[in-house]
């Protein structure tokens, strides 16, 4: 089997969904990390890879893929086994819908309330973050309300549309537990204590066997 390989910058929702990806569907593959700090993505030897210098990034043999819906539908057409994009039109068009919006209102509105935070201007920029996070709590109480129901997002197994999302709420919970974001109050953590049905998913999400290898490293 060609190898397998992914570049990724570390605690990035989109490199994350694509490692669960893999890691759902049992592949094997070698990690290709990439230091924004050292702005690497830029680099010479990257942009030979990819001319737009953003990951993720995957590479199979003569294979080059960019952009996560793009390396989601790859892997699904290549390794089908377990499918993660449905068996039906009906079920591939709701976990389509989820996946695509998962980009515009979840992890669009979280980056701007987290980023912020993670550069420690919590306090001169909480109106600006508690104002970005508002469409995120609609986004949260719907998935929360779906999951009463269902143990996953689009119905009775793990699809696309969990391991989109599931990255995205991490992250907003990263930023929500940190030092300069207490006194904000955003109310997302502990997540079980606002989102019950939500907290429970991401436990199920974490199951996927291969898990703690996608897990962002500079987290630990």
Known sequence: MTKIECYFISGSPPCWSVMLALAAKGLSYESRRLDNSKREQKSEAFLAIN?????????????????????????????????????????????????CEAGDHLRTPIGNASRPIFRGRAV?????????????????????????????????????????????????????????????????????????NLAAWARRVEKIPGYDGAYPPHWR
């Open 124 to 196: 001169e920029m909480a109106d600006e973050i508690k104002q970005a996070i508002q469409p995120v709590y609609l986004e949260l109480a719907a998935f929360d309300r779906d999951l009463a129901d269902q143990p996953y997002l689009c119905g009775k197994t793990l699809t696309a549309a969990d391991i989109a999302v599931y990255p995205a709420v991490m992250q907003l919970l990263r930023c929500a537990t940190r030092d300069g974001a207490k006194a904000l109050n955003l109310q997302v953590a502990p997540l079980a204590v606002h989102y019950r």
């Open 51 to 99: 001319p737009r210098g953003n990951v993720p990034v995957l590479v199979e043999g003569t294979v080059t893929v960019r952009e996560t819906n793009a390396i989601l539908a790859y892997l699904e057409t290549a390794y089908p086994d377990p499918p993660l994009l449905g068996t039906s039109p009906a079920q591939a068009a709701e976990i389509w819908q989820i996946v």
